[in-house]
């Protein structure tokens, strides 16, 4: 029980909220952007399956954002409570890049959410498109301002430290754009688009087995569900190879700022030139040995030093009480790099039978995505992991250690609050859950034929005869 002190405890209560978190920006980063392209495409195209889609998906991102925003700001409670020490040494850095990011990307998103929810009838397409585009470059921009002040806990730069042992800025533009910013950034977007890629075209694949199944909704609309597993499907093709490359980049980055991360990627305790890839191997890290090892001879300094000879720093070349713990990181690398792999087959897959003209009718395709639908969830948690656990011990990296970071606080009090974040996350996540899956469970319908919304139209009160509009039948929208 020796494990179980304030510092460790603080440590899993963290972990446990991000993880839960995490999801959840990575499902409506990806959302946002999805439903600001569907009603883009309505509006130029007049194609009403569009706006069936869009009407469809909005219920599930207004859902998933509120979860999103209530497991967030329990987090950056727990910077007063649990890590006061880690809030008043870094406060300074912090602080001003989380005011930036409510006020450019919380208030657009607040402020533009219930007009894209709402107020399709009230303002206009052209404004009610202009509101959709808000939230999703306003999901787009929290994404920019949380993954700068991440990055910099990573790889800090532009700062100094006062007499006070505060890190203070000298240079914010090295402080947003510190050296590991960018290839974070676009990991962690093309993660959530691929997130959400999946899930929609797992939706889509459990409606077009039904169908095939005989089982489905009489007021399913067939076009809107192929048309959402096609575009799924574009997606996982498309992006899944730049995931890829980004992800190749982001290790290299790491190589050269966060040497000591790779070793417990690659599961390295010697160092090695040339040196192997690791394939599998149950870590001993108190022997600081890998036994049962699987290794492909080289082909660690062929990716990450593109040569043959390049040479790896093992945990040998660092002290003792640096090394973080490799297990965790060592295998949740090797979850995120394996589902990586099987999007990547799924969307060149996708890409085979479309040309085939069999992508809606092939039951072990659509089996296979409906599978896939939360691993970008898993592969989210798992690079989460290999990111946090793979800094350890310390929360600014080299500078600042987490047994440092922490409030004057006892065994206690965390374990009560702990076990209070588990029972209230459980039972409304467990809520919110089931609501979210049941109405994936429901198929998208085809529009209602209702008044045009070119306009915005009057919500009260006289309107005379000569602007007084009919209801047109081709026109089929509705919130």
Same mark, same amino acid.
């Given at each position: 029980?020796?494990?179980?002190?304030?510092?460790?405890?603080?440590?899993?209560?963290?972990?446990?909220?991000?993880?839960?978190?995490?999801?959840?920006?990575?499902?409506?980063?990806?959302?946002?952007?999805?439903?600001?392209?569907?009603?883009?495409?309505?509006?130029?195209?007049?194609?009403?399956?569009?706006?069936?889609?869009?009407?469809?998906?909005?219920?599930?991102?207004?859902?998933?954002?509120?979860?999103?925003?209530?497991?967030?700001?329990?987090?950056?409670?727990?910077?007063?409570?649990?890590?006061?020490?880690?809030?008043?040494?870094?406060?300074?850095?912090?602080?001003?890049?989380?005011?930036?990011?409510?006020?450019?990307?919380?208030?657009?998103?607040?402020?533009?959410?219930?007009?894209?929810?709402?107020?399709?009838?009230?303002?206009?397409?052209?404004?009610?498109?202009?509101?959709?585009?808000?939230?999703?470059?306003?999901?787009?921009?929290?994404?920019?301002?949380?993954?700068?002040?991440?990055?910099?806990?990573?790889?800090?730069?532009?700062?100094?430290?006062?007499?006070?042992?505060?890190?203070?800025?000298?240079?914010?533009?090295?402080?947003?754009?510190?050296?590991?910013?960018?290839?974070?950034?676009?990991?962690?977007?093309?993660?959530?688009?691929?997130?959400?890629? +999946?899930?929609?075209?797992? #939706? $889509?694949?459990?409606? &077009?087995?039904?169908? %095939?199944? *005989? @089982?489905?909704?009489?007021?399913?609309?067939?076009?809107?569900?192929?048309?959402?597993?096609?575009?799924?499907?574009?997606?996982?093709?498309?992006?899944?190879?730049?995931?890829?490359?980004?992800?190749?980049?982001?290790?290299?980055?790491?190589?050269?700022?966060?040497?000591?991360?790779?070793?417990?990627?690659?599961?390295?305790?010697?160092?090695?030139?040339?040196?192997?890839?690791?394939?599998?191997?149950?870590?001993?890290?108190?022997?600081?040995?890998?036994?049962?090892?699987?290794?492909?001879?080289?082909?660690?300094?062929?990716?990450?030093?593109?040569?043959?000879?390049?040479?790896?720093?093992?945990?040998?070349?660092?002290?003792?009480?640096?090394?973080?713990?490799?297990?965790?990181?060592?295998?949740?690398?090797?979850?995120?790099?394996?589902?990586? +792999?099987?999007?990547?087959? #799924? $969307?060149?897959?996708? &890409?085979?039978?479309? %040309?085939? *003209? @069999?992508?809606?009718?092939?039951?072990?395709?659509?089996?296979?995505?409906?599978?896939?639908?939360?691993?970008?969830?898993?592969?989210?948690?798992?690079?989460?992991?290999?990111?946090?656990?793979?800094?350890?011990?310390?929360?600014?990296?080299?500078?600042?250690?987490?047994?440092?970071?922490?409030?004057?606080?006892?065994?206690?009090?965390?374990?009560?609050?702990?076990?209070?974040?588990?029972?209230?996350?459980?039972?409304?996540?467990?809520?919110?859950?089931?609501?979210?899956?049941?109405?994936?469970?429901?198929?998208?319908?085809?529009?209602?034929?209702?008044?045009?919304?070119?306009?915005?139209?009057?919500?009260?009160?006289?309107?005379?005869?000569?602007?007084?509009?009919?209801?047109?039948?081709?026109?089929?929208?509705?919130?």
């Amino acid at each position: 029980m020796e494990w179980f002190d304030a510092l460790n405890l603080s440590r899993l209560q963290f972990a446990f909220t991000v993880a839960l978190h995490i999801i959840f920006p990575a499902f409506t980063i990806g959302l946002a952007s999805y439903l600001f392209v569907l009603n883009g495409l309505h509006h130029f195209t007049r194609k009403t399956v569009y706006l069936d889609l869009f009407n469809y998906w909005k219920k599930i991102f207004a859902l998933s954002f509120g979860m999103g925003v209530v497991s967030g700001l329990v987090m950056t409670y727990q910077f007063g409570t649990n890590w006061s020490v880690f809030a008043d040494k870094v406060g300074p850095i912090l602080g001003p890049i989380m005011g930036y990011e409510v006020l450019t990307a919380f208030f657009l998103e607040a402020g533009f959410l219930g007009v894209m929810l709402f107020g399709r009838q009230k303002v206009g397409e052209r404004l009610h498109l202009f509101a959709t585009g808000m939230v999703a470059f306003g999901t787009f921009a929290s994404a920019f301002w949380i993954l700068s002040i991440n990055s910099w806990m990573q790889t800090p730069d532009g700062f100094a430290i006062n007499e006070a042992g505060q890190f203070i800025p000298v240079d914010w533009m090295k402080v947003i754009f510190n050296p590991s910013f960018p290839h974070r950034f676009a990991h962690m977007v093309l993660a959530a688009y691929l997130t959400t890629a +999946f899930v929609v075209g797992g #939706v $889509g694949a459990y409606h &077009l087995l039904k169908l %095939r199944a *005989g @089982k489905a909704d009489g007021s399913m609309s067939v076009e809107a569900v192929k048309k959402m597993f096609s575009m799924a499907m574009w997606m996982a093709a498309i992006v899944t190879p730049i995931q890829i490359f980004a992800g190749d980049s982001q290790g290299l980055n790491t190589l050269q700022h966060q040497p000591m991360k790779i070793a417990v990627i690659e599961g390295h305790f010697e160092s090695e030139k040339p040196a192997g890839l690791v394939l599998f191997g149950i870590p001993n890290e108190e022997e600081a040995k890998m036994e049962y090892k699987v290794e492909i001879p080289l082909l660690g300094s062929i990716i990450l030093r593109h040569s043959l000879t390049g040479g790896l720093q093992g945990l040998d070349a660092f002290p003792r009480a640096d090394w973080p713990p490799m297990a965790p990181p060592f295998y949740a690398f090797r979850v995120m790099v394996g589902i990586g +792999f099987l999007m990547l087959a #799924v $969307g060149l897959w996708s &890409l085979y039978l479309r %040309r085939k *003209g @069999k992508l809606y009718d092939t039951p072990l395709m659509l089996k296979a995505a409906l599978l896939m639908s939360p691993a970008g969830f898993v592969a989210v948690i798992a690079g989460w992991i290999v990111t946090e656990v793979g800094r350890q011990p310390y929360t600014v990296y080299g500078l600042l250690r987490t047994e440092d970071s922490l409030s004057p606080i006892t065994t206690s009090m965390v374990a009560t609050s702990l076990v209070a974040f588990v029972v209230v996350y459980f039972t409304l996540f467990t809520a919110g859950l089931v609501y979210i899956l049941r109405q994936m469970r429901q198929p998208p319908v085809a529009s209602e034929p209702t008044m045009d919304v070119k306009l915005p139209t009057r919500a009260a009160g006289f309107v005379p005869p000569s602007l007084a509009r009919k209801p047109q039948a081709a026109r089929s929208n509705h919130d």
